[in-house]
């Protein structure tokens, strides 16, 4: 999905192969589920050079991509792309897409009600959500890049893609890529 993205909007692209069972790129560092037990278990020296090989390289050069747009006086639209399990302890989750973002701040609101609009009406069979599966306002490196930047030059929204969409038919998942990618084109194009 963020490959597509990228693409599709000449946008430039940071990604990662690191599993978050070993560390939680998307957590800030002593956060309950930063690591899992495995990882917790291992003591601090490992745990230490889990942090040093994966997550600060990662957050330094996300860090660096939003500086740079900023210094050059732009205003940054970052979509953080995630999926989420469909059924999670015991409780189903009713979305087929999540758009996370913090409520305080009118551009991300705008942004992600547009968003959805959009995927409405290419793809009305899609339940897209706002603030779920997750609060948009929530541990992550979008709040960490919020506290640094103000609503005028950076915009963080998390995307969240129902895992049952990945691993089910890949024509299905390919349409729903497709329709995500166009109904974001729509709303960038309708701000």
Not at 76 to 94: E, N
Not at 114 to 124: D, F, H, T, V
Not at 162 to 191: P, S, T, W, Y
Request: charged share 25%; net charge positive; proline share 4%.
């Amino acid at each position: 999905m963020a490959r597509e993205l990228a693409a599709a909007l000449k946008a430039p692209l940071l990604s990662s192969t690191v599993s978050r069972l070993l560390v939680d790129l998307n957590r800030s560092v002593g956060h309950a589920r930063f690591h899992l037990d495995a990882v917790r278990d291992a003591g601090p020296a490992v745990r230490e050079a889990i942090v040093e090989r994966y997550y600060q390289p990662y957050r330094a050069q996300a860090g660096q991509y939003v500086q740079r747009a900023v210094e050059r006086g732009r205003r940054v639209i970052h979509v953080s792309s995630h999926s989420f399990t469909p059924v999670l302890d015991g409780a189903v989750r009713t979305a087929d897409v999540g758009l996370l973002y913090d409520p305080a701040r009118a551009g991300e609101v705008a942004l992600c009600e547009r968003w959805q609009a959009a995927l409405k009406a290419l793809a009305p069979d899609l339940n897209v959500r706002r603030n779920y599966p997750y609060a948009g306002k929530g541990d992550g490196l979008t709040r960490e890049l919020r506290r640094r930047y103000s609503p005028r030059t950076y915009v963080g929204v998390e995307l969240e893609i129902n895992q049952k969409h990945v691993e089910g038919a890949a024509d299905r998942f390919r349409a729903l890529r497709r329709a995500v990618i166009e109904a974001l084109r729509a709303a960038l194009a309708a701000g």
